[in-house]
């Protein structure tokens, strides 16, 4: 928090740094980055980590469209435009005892790992579905497989959704933690 600038928010990912704020803030805040470090100035971003990045009306919104497609690409499975939802509403997966083959596991732990990092970044609204898939990593079943391609489907379906970032106006410092 700058008393001058406002809210100004510095996101590191290794050695990106990407810095958030009002137009003179951001400039202040890169000012003193340079000062103390040697860095690239590579202008307004459109991606970071893998993620699309939009900005519009004061909001910042991550997508990962690229992530999305290697659901189509990568794994064979029956995509269905009629999925609304990433589970079936009162479900809950259960051990079994008809287990996937080698290949078939290997696949629902890529998918799931990749739901995790879709979850993480920009669609948090499967983190239920995406947690109970990622219980059943070891001994996985034709019901597991087919519930993380409901999720595919789901994201799939919704592709136009992410993650999005919107500052309260007048943000003051003991708000930082709430934004809607």
């Known amino acids: 928090w ?3 600038f406002g809210l100004i ?5 290794g050695d990106d740094e990407l810095l958030c704020g009002t137009k003179a803030g951001v400039e202040y805040a890169k000012k003193e980055l340079f000062k103390h470090f040697e860095c690239d100035d590579t202008g307004e ?3 970071y980590i893998g993620n699309k990045v939009e900005q519009k009306d004061g909001r910042l919104k991550l997508t990962q469209p690229v992530l999305m497609q290697s659901f189509v690409d990568e794994f064979k499975f029956e995509r269905d435009h009629k999925v609304k939802n990433p589970a079936v509403p009162g479900t809950v997966l259960q051990p079994t005892e008809n287990q996937l083959s ?3 596991q290997f696949t629902y732990r890529s998918g799931t790992g990749k739901l995790l990092h879709l979850m993480k970044w920009s669609r948090p609204e499967i983190g239920n579905a995406v947690r109970e898939l990622s219980r059943w990593m070891t001994g996985a079943g034709p019901a597991h497989l087919k519930a993380m391609y409901r999720v595919f489907n789901y994201c799939l379906n919704t592709s136009e959704r992410g993650k999005v970032f919107k500052p309260r106006r007048n943000c003051k410092h003991e708000d930082i933690d709430k934004f809607e």
């Open 2 to 4: 700058h008393p001058e």
């Open 9 to 13: 928010l510095i996101i590191s990912w």
């Open 102 to 104: 080698n290949d078939d």
């Open 45 to 47: 971003m459109k991606e």
